[in-house]
């Protein structure tokens, strides 16, 4: 892993994206009176935005920046505080900026905005350029939607408090091109709770709209616990020099104060200190299955690896385990491990690790062996290592090995693949102390942000106080009223903890 963020952190985007405006208008949450009607007009009002988000009106606190913006600054005061402790949104059309959306008000607004005004179903929209403002005159919306209880649900949470509703638009706004990652976040819905440093969410995340679930989806009776935080101080990270240097143009991210070397990169600094990030999943799909999809990557890994599309699909039912952990030597910043549960007949694995070395091989890297021991100190089999020349010196680019089955221990056959470091043979295990989640989670991460930053592995886009997160920590179950493992949405918990 170099100085890009990896692929692993795309899952973060769909809890880290809601956050920005929160944090950067600084709203608190409080609680209202529902008085919202049976056919809820937020809902016609919000059709087509790719995005809505509320907050809370706090006249103590300055008038954000959308309002004074679209108002001059006293139309702009005036409201903020007429409208104190009431709810406001703001949403995002197709294209262009952001608009504002008020519940009622007696404030007279300006004449010069009537353009940009539209009064419907009791909201005041104030757009933020007049296309929008004509494009939204022409969509048909029509009066007849009947929205699922998970989507009615998360109209409440817009009517109540700090929520965010997004569709896959918003999502490829901001995740770019690890938006085919993300295909089981595409849509979702989040309520937000602000308290002291600590910010929490939990809602609905899906690959398809909230209005097609079924009525008999709910949220879980018992919400799983999501893992604590970790509030003692971690083990300061080395900041990168490529992150020193970012406003210069290089061709390298290696630290010009180390020398290549053909040894595996040391992991005894960070053993003790936090992995970067961890993942845990029952089930592969959620961090592979958008990629299998694609039929060029499908049918490669048929045609060249020998991997047939049912053991495919049997591998992507597989559980998961994820680790990224700082690295102190090399060109890399930051290791991967993926630990991938194999079924009983590794045959047709091991064929196609196989085809993968010779591929590797024909393409000028350097194939070494190592042996492992296992914690017990017996032999625990051998790893395949891969190492390119760089400066007449070799490198590690990572490995492989195949951990066997323990039928006494009830442990099943693992593949482990590492990058930028080299596999061992100890068994798999989060912070925790656990290596899957349990009945009824299906997901666990865990990630430390501000490492990352110091590192240079998180993108330059995310909001400071995001990129200053000690901890993030979130889980997936199944929605009540779940019909089988693959459901199309699933509920979220998460916490994120700033300083």
């Known amino acids: 892993m170099r100085t890009q963020p990896f692929t692993s952190l795309a899952i973060a985007f769909l809890v880290l994206i809601p956050l920005t405006s929160l944090w950067l208008s600084d709203q608190r949450t409080g609680t209202e009176s529902d008085s919202s009607p049976n056919a809820d007009p937020l809902l016609h009002v919000s059709e087509g935005m790719q995005m809505v988000q509320s907050f809370r009106v706090d006249a103590a606190k300055p008038v954000p920046a959308l309002w004074t913006k679209l108002f001059d600054p006293k139309t702009a005061s005036e409201l903020w505080q007429q409208l104190d402790e009431q709810i406001w949104w703001q949403a995002w059309p197709q294209e262009g900026d952001a608009l504002l959306i008020l519940p009622e008000t007696s404030v007279v607004l300006p004449s010069a905005t009537a353009p940009l005004r539209r009064e419907i179903e009791g909201f005041t929209l104030v757009f933020a350029d007049l296309l929008n403002a004509v494009t939204f005159d022409q969509q048909a919306r029509s009066s007849n939607i009947v929205p699922s209880p998970l989507e ?34 595409s849509y979702g819905c989040f309520s937000l709770e602000l308290k002291g440093t600590l910010l929490s969410w939990s809602g609905v995340v899906g690959s398809r709209p909230l209005r097609q679930a ?10 799983a616990e999501i893992p604590s935080l970790n509030t003692t101080a971690s083990k300061p990270v080395k900041p990168s020099s490529a992150k020193q240097s970012s406003s210069k143009k290089t061709t390298s991210k290696t630290p010009t104060s180390k020398k290549p070397s053909s040894k595996a990169p040391s992991t005894k600094k960070t053993a003790s200190a936090a992995p970067l990030l961890e993942m845990s999943s029952s089930s592969s799909r959620s961090l592979l299955g958008a990629m299998l999809n694609r039929p060029l990557i499908r049918d490669g890994l048929e045609e060249d690896y020998g991997l047939p599309p049912t053991l495919q699909l049997e591998l992507l039912d597989a559980p998961l385990f994820l680790k990224v952990i700082q690295v102190d030597q090399g060109p890399f910043l930051a290791g991967v491990q993926l630990d991938l549960q194999l079924p009983a007949d590794t045959k047709a694995v091991v064929s196609a690790l196989n085809s993968a070395a010779e591929k590797l091989k024909e393409g000028g890297l350097q194939r070494r062996e190592k042996k492992l021991i296992s914690p017990n100190g017996r032999s625990a089999g051998r790893a395949v290592l891969w190492f390119e020349k760089h400066d007449e010196k070799e490198r590690l680019l990572g490995g492989w090995t195949l951990i066997n089955a323990d039928d006494t221990k009830k442990h099943p056959a693992q593949l482990r693949l590492t990058l930028a470091t080299s596999p061992h043979a100890k068994a798999s295990a989060s912070a925790s102390g656990t290596a899957l989640p349990q009945d009824p989670v299906q997901l666990i991460l865990s990630m430390q942000p501000n490492d990352l930053e110091q590192l240079g592995l998180f993108g330059s886009s995310w909001p400071r106080p995001v990129r200053l997160a000690k901890q993030l920590n979130l889980i997936l179950q199944p929605l ?18 700033v300083p």
């Not at 949470?157 to 089981?184: E, H, I, N, T």
């Open 152 to 185: 009615a649900r998360c109209f409440k949470y817009l009517r109540k408090g700090s929520a965010v509703l997004w569709s896959p638009a918003a999502l490829a706004s901001m995740a770019g091109p690890m938006l085919p990652l993300l295909q089981s976040a």
């Open 214 to 223: 079924s009525k008999r989806l709910a949220p879980p009776d018992q919400p």
């Open 480 to 497: 009540a009223g779940s019909a089988t493992s693959h459901e199309d949405w699933s509920w979220m918990r998460g916490q994120l903890a």
